[in-house]
Each structure stands twice: as structure tokens, then as C-alpha cells.
């Protein structure tokens, strides 16, 4: 385990935390951590905060912010949320210059945020939580996942009725396809090339199953809207604006369908990619012990429990229980459930020559629906 990066502090005030160590860690300590984690605790409550860089909603995570300041409250936890378009061009920025804010940063990009590990934005730490999450979820010590988010299908169920939805993938494209004249503009979905999480999406549906393109060849029949952001698609369908959504990702559908009666989740039942939000402790971080602390706390059980039954994130380790979690999932849903595994694989979706060619397949297929 890394253990002290110390700020250049006086050896008099390193003197008074080793003195305060047995005190200040002990008490905060999970069960089964190392016992060398109480230094650990002790500088990062000397830190005395963590600087996260996410692109998650701020309502979505307030949750898991009041929790991990309960647990550890010497720590102050500075949440900046910054659009997933903007965030690794932000990082990469502030790295380069050897100025970066952020000690932890925290973000869905799957690809993008293992671009950083290669870029050696990331710090090696060997959680002693990393046990307890999938094998795939991890790369190296240095990137964790985190959630375990499945891309699903919304409908409006006063446009579609619930016997009418198709519930997979080529069942949705032959679907669209009779019913074109009905379903004229009604459709909605991530525009790939506006739209990072969008295309990571759709391209991971390419790698799993052909019947992708029969179903963009529908989009273009009934004239799919594409955008940019989940909120706005979920908000025109709740609206009955459009009355699908394809490639929604699953927390905020879910949100969405408890708010809204009229809103309905379909989890494709030949297959559905999972997503997960990627955690690194940053190389440069000012608060690198706090940075661990907080990963730390999002692995955990209890910030688990938190990500899956507060925040409804979808908790991805196994011995979480509730409905958004791994567990619940997979009763649910069993060997459906696709989920993208963490490596040097999630750079061929941003290599420039295969999203090209993505891209012009991507608009030969809508084209040949007009």
C-alpha cells in the first residue's frame, strides 16, 4: 500500500500528528484495513479536504457528499462538476502545466478516463477495498470502478402502450420500422458524434450484436432526434414530446420513472451494456491521502450502500443489497447484463480512424432509412 506523500509541512507539526495518529485514525477505520491505514487517515484529516472533479449531477451525488462528511468530518469534500465534454481537456490542461486542482477525478467517460491513466494522470494506490469489487473493475491500482449503470431503453406509456414496447434491440428496429408514420419524430437519442458518453454507448452495442444497424436504418425512418444531454431527451419524453428513448443511462431513467408513473425502463432482454463511473487519485493531487480516503469510502460497503439505495447510481459491489445494485441487477437480469470491463481495449473507441469509420457506417445506415 502507498502509504505518506507529505506537503511540505514542519517537522514540528508532523511531530503533533504522530502523536494525534492512534486518536484521530482508530476511530474512523473500516473493518479488516491495514493497520498502517491509521498514518493514512491521520495526514488526510491533516489535509483536511479532497478536490473532486466529476461530471455527475450535483443533486445525484449529494448524498454520497453528506455521507462521507458524516463519516469522516475532519475531511471537507469540494465536489466541482464540470460536463463530461469539458472534463479530460480540463485535467489534461492542468496536468500539463503541473497545475491541477483536482485530487480525485471521478467520471463516466470510461475511455477518456483510462486515456489519463496512459497519460500518467494517475497515482498507483492499491485500495484495500479493491478485494471486494469485480475483477474487471479495476486496472493496475490506479483506476476503480465504481457504479454499475445499465443502458436501457424509456418509453412514455400513455404514447406506447406497455404490450406494444419492444424489449430488444432488433425487436425495436423492425418496431419502428412498421410503425414509421406514428412514430415520426418521436424517437430520441444520443447524438454519437456531439456526444462522448453517446458514442461510447453505441459503439459498445456495435462490438455485442449486428442488429445495431438495422436499428439506426429505423432511426432514420422515423426521423430520430439526437442530443446531447439525458435530462432533455428524459424530459421530452416525460412530456410526450417523443415517446422512446434509446441508450438512456439506467439512474437517471430510473429517477425519472419514480418521479413520472408515465415513464417506463426497459432493460433489453437480448443484451445490455453496463457502464461504470471510473475514480483516479491524481498524480499531482495537493491532498493525496485524502483522495485515497475518499476513494477508499466509494468502494466501501457503506458508500456502496449510499451509491445504490440514496443515490441510486447503481452500487457495483456484490454484497450491496437493494434494487440498484450488482446483485439486484443480476437477479434480475442475469448474463444479459453486459458490463464494459476496464483496460487498454477502451481506447480503440477514440482512436481517430475506427471512430471515422463508425461514423460513416453511422450515417450510411440512417441515410438508408430515409
Known sequence: MTILKKPAIGRAFWAVIAMAMPVAGLAQIPEGYPAEYADILAVAEAEGSVV?????EHAAVEAILADFQKAFPKIRADYIEIKAADLFSRVSSEAAADALKAD??????????????????????????????PEWASYGDRIYGTTYEPVVMVYNSKVVADDQMPRTHAGLASWLTENRDTMKGKVATYDPERSGLGFFAVNEDAKHSDDL?????????????????????????????????????????????????????????DFTVVLSRLAIVTEQARHPNAARVFLDYLLSHRGQSVIGNAAHLFAIRPDVEGKATIAGLTAEHGDRLKPVAIGPHLLDAIQPMERLAFFRKWADALKAGK
Open 213 to 269: 444497424w438495422p436499428l439506426v436504418t429505423a432511426f432514420g425512418a422515423v426521423d430520430t432526434k439526437f442530443y446531447t444531454a439525458t435530462g432533455t431527451m428524459l424530459e421530452k419524453i416525460s412530456a410526450g414530446e417523443h415517446a422512446i428513448g434509446y441508450n438512456i443511462v439506467g439512474p437517471y431513467a430510473y429517477l425519472r420513472a419514480e418521479r413520472d408513473p408515465n415513464v417506463k425502463v426497459v432493460v433489453p432482454q
Open 104 to 133: 480525485v477525478v471521478w467520471s463516466s467517460a470510461m475511455d477518456l478516463q483510462y486515456q489519463m491513466v496512459e497519460d500518467g494522470v494517475a497515482a498507483e494506490y492499491a485500495s484495500p477495498e479493491k478485494g471486494a469489487i
Open 52 to 56: 473532486i472533479y466529476a461530471n455527475t
